[in-house]
């Protein structure tokens, strides 16, 4: 429910993202095509400039202009309306030429009139319907006005301009379109991968609980069994069967590690906790652990200071990371091996300290030891059976009481692993 909950919270996140992106994306095009428009107003400012001074003089083509717009045709021996066509497509040309002076390539056209609104001159292609035209005029001086004696006004007008400025900033729409869609991708490839991630994780939890749960049920037998032949078998097979049973013991220990892993995974609730004094617990456990420790020659020391230790806990899990640690004290030592268990209170906090005499770790795997499946590679480690599963838990266990572990070792001298828990007064919930 609560992972379906942020699986929406995570996709709606998602979609406001990208609309807002999309949304400043669009506001920065405006702001690009108001730009684009100023500095196309201050470009047309030169050109008109540039054409009032072209027109001004009388040369080539402002001769052919005045002879068109006078209709004089006594100086060419052409028909006055091929004069006209004539300017039409020069003016035209001036004008484009104009135009691209300043690096302006859209298309446009252009009128000749007269104030009293008399048509002299149009361009070759000009438009037909005004609307929507930006247009700029230039009243003209010099030779042409003097020539019909009336203000000569040449207006010029663009069509369409909005794709024009469109197309300008296409450098800057192209690629962040580009852009977006190629977060869209991949943000969906990530989540689609870390979803398939998830599921795989949850496939394979629920494969190894079928599997120990297959494998506990026989395991169980064998120890049963090898628990009645232990008590009838005589002195010669003793050893085996005690060799046997001993080995299931372990099997079954690791049995029930990679279940309990496999159950926590992504549960973080998991544990059930219970107000309880652990004491009697830790008690028990020492007397079990003490019996273990005379049948393999283990001098095993423990000290447990305080009258009750109530913590909010679920025991049963508590109780198994202690027995890990006192079993990897016991597997990582070789020879007169010496345990101490110390259990303290000190600043409303529990503490539990499992100290050994054995192989000891160096600084550099010590970072690593709480990793799942770790297991230190050098010497003749690899002689001691294990699965690279019980620290881990051993951590994960504690972090779910809301406590603290820490590890302390020299290589060849021993280990100490001590870890702490609230004591129940001081938490708050
Ligand atoms: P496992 O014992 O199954 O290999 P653990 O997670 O319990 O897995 O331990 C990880 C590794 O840390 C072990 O392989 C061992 O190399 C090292 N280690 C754990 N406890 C001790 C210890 N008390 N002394 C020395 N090395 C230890």
Redesign the pocket.
């Known amino acids: 429910m609560n992972e379906k909950k942020s699986h929406i919270i995570i996709f709606i996140i998602f979609i406001i993202s990208i609309i807002g992106l999309s949304i400043v994306q669009y506001q920065y095009l405006r702001i690009g095509l108001n730009l684009a428009k100023v500095q196309f107003n201050e470009k047309m400012g030169l050109v008109v400039n540039n054409i009032k001074e072209g027109l001004k003089q009388p040369d080539e083509l402002t001769f052919l202009v005045g002879k068109a717009i006078t209709k004089d045709d006594t100086y060419f021996k052409l028909s006055i309306d091929s004069v006209h066509d004539a300017s039409s497509y020069f003016m035209n040309d001036f004008l484009k030429d104009k135009l691209l002076q300043q690096g302006i390539k859209t298309e446009f056209t252009y009128t000749l009139t007269a104030k009293d609104s008399t048509d002299y001159l149009k361009s070759p292609n000009s438009y037909n319907n005004e609307e929507s035209l930006l247009k700029y005029t230039i009243a003209l001086d010099g030779y042409l006005p003097s020539l019909v004696k009336k203000r000569l006004v040449l207006e010029l007008q663009f069509k369409n301009l909005n794709n024009y400025f469109l197309s300008q900033i296409n450098g800057l729409t192209i690629p962040s379109l580009l852009f977006i869609v190629a977060i869209i991708f991949v943000i969906i490839w990530v989540l689609k991968s870390f979803y398939w991630q998830k599921n795989l994780i949850t496939i394979t939890n629920e494969f190894i609980n079928n599997l120990t749960h297959e494998l506990k049920t026989p395991v169980f037998s064998i120890g049963i069994a090898t628990k009645i032949l232990q008590e009838k078998t005589n002195n010669e097979n003793k050893e085996l069967v005690n060799m046997i049973r001993g080995q299931v013991d372990k099997l079954k220990n690791q049995i029930e590690k990679v279940l309990e892993l496999a159950s926590l995974e992504g549960k973080k609730n998991f544990i059930e906790k219970k107000v309880i004094d652990f004491k009697p617990i830790i008690l028990k456990l020492i007397k079990d652990f003490e019996q273990l420790a005379v049948l393999e020659n283990i001098n095993f020391i423990s000290e447990v200071k305080g009258s009750q230790f109530i913590i909010n806990c679920e025991p049963y899990h508590l109780e198994n990371a202690i027995n890990?640690?006192l079993?990897?004290?016991n597997?990582?030592?070789k020879e007169n091996i010496k345990i101490i268990l110390l259990v303290f209170k000190d600043k409303n906090k529990l503490f539990i300290s499992?100290k050994?005499n054995?192989?000891?770790?160096t600084d550099e795997?010590k970072k690593k030891?709480?990793d799942k499946y770790?297991?230190?590679s050098a010497g003749d480690?690899h002689n001691?059976?294990?699965?690279?599963?019980?620290?881990?838990?051993?951590k994960r266990i504690v972090k779910l009481h809301k406590g603290t572990i820490a590890v302390k070792?020299k290589l060849g001298e021993?280990?100490e692993?001590i870890f702490s828990l609230p004591l129940y007064n001081n938490e708050k919930n």
């Open positions: 890990s640690l079993d990897n004290a597997k990582y030592s499992v050994d054995g192989i000891g770790i795997d030891i709480f770790f297991r230190i480690v001691v059976k294990g699965y690279g599963l019980g620290l881990n838990y051993v070792s021993g280990s692993f």
